[in-house]
């Protein structure tokens, strides 16, 4: 009936508690301050602009998206296959509304994205979809890969990209593809992966406590 079908979120996640939300932001500005500054990003703003002499100003162009959350299970209120039996799921009726420890082990920026990689444990692996992981070209990638927290979205872009970026960014060190090690910075490594893909390997990991619940809308 259309009670039941009610029930069921538009997606379940674990949304960070609101003083770590702060932290988060900030970080993520002060790192795509630092960024754009780079001589190494100015070489390739034409990733982002389209142009090579334009400037960009990368806290002007991504626009936040939110409460930040990692998102499991995208339902989309029961209408995508496979979500029903993952609100049903023994697992995930028995972890809503607990806190959860989440840590963020990266950053990574590309044109059309900005977001926190999130390194699940063997714990969090419980709530994770199995076919998380099966769209775009990267169906070998360990359970979790996608994990991730959107920070910001390029103007007309959607935040289901944000882990489709990553996917990206993993599948091309997967198949050996090293980067371009740019330099260490005092948050962590910056590694270029071309066509505007940027990834800050975080020397100390973010340890975001979060809920894992649901969002309506
Ligand atoms: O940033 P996100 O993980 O990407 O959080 C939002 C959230 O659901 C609400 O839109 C994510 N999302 C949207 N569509 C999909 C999809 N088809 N598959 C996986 N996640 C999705 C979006």
Not at 101 to 123: C, I
Not at 201 to 211: D, H, K, Q, S, V
């Amino acid at each position: 009936g259309s009670l039941e079908e009610m029930s069921i979120p538009l997606y379940f996640g674990w949304f960070l508690l609101s003083s770590i939300q702060d932290k988060v932001r900030c970080t993520s500005m002060d790192f795509l301050k630092t960024l754009d500054t780079l001589e190494a990003f100015k070489k390739h703003l034409i990733d982002f602009t389209g142009k090579a002499e334009k400037e960009v100003d990368l806290e002007q162009y991504f626009q936040a998206k939110g409460t930040l959350h990692c998102t499991t299970e995208f339902c989309d209120y029961g209408k995508v296959e496979g979500s029903k039996e993952y609100a049903n799921n023994p697992a995930v009726k028995e972890s809503y509304g607990s806190a959860f420890e989440l840590s963020l082990s990266a950053l990574f920026v590309t044109p059309r994205t900005v977001g926190a990689r999130v390194s699940l444990s063997e714990e969090q692996l419980l709530l994770w979809p199995a076919d998380a992981e099966k769209e775009g070209e990267s169906a070998s990638l360990p359970l979790g890969s996608r994990a991730h927290v959107t920070l910001g979205c390029a103007e007309g872009v959607e935040p289901v990209q944000t882990g489709l970026d990553l996917l990206q960014i993993l599948a091309l060190q997967q198949e050996g593809q090293q980067g371009e090690l740019i330099e260490e910075m005092e948050l962590g490594s910056l590694t270029y992966y071309g066509e505007g893909r940027w990834l800050l390997g975080l020397r100390e990991p973010i340890c975001a406590p979060a809920c894992f619940s649901s969002f309506y809308g």
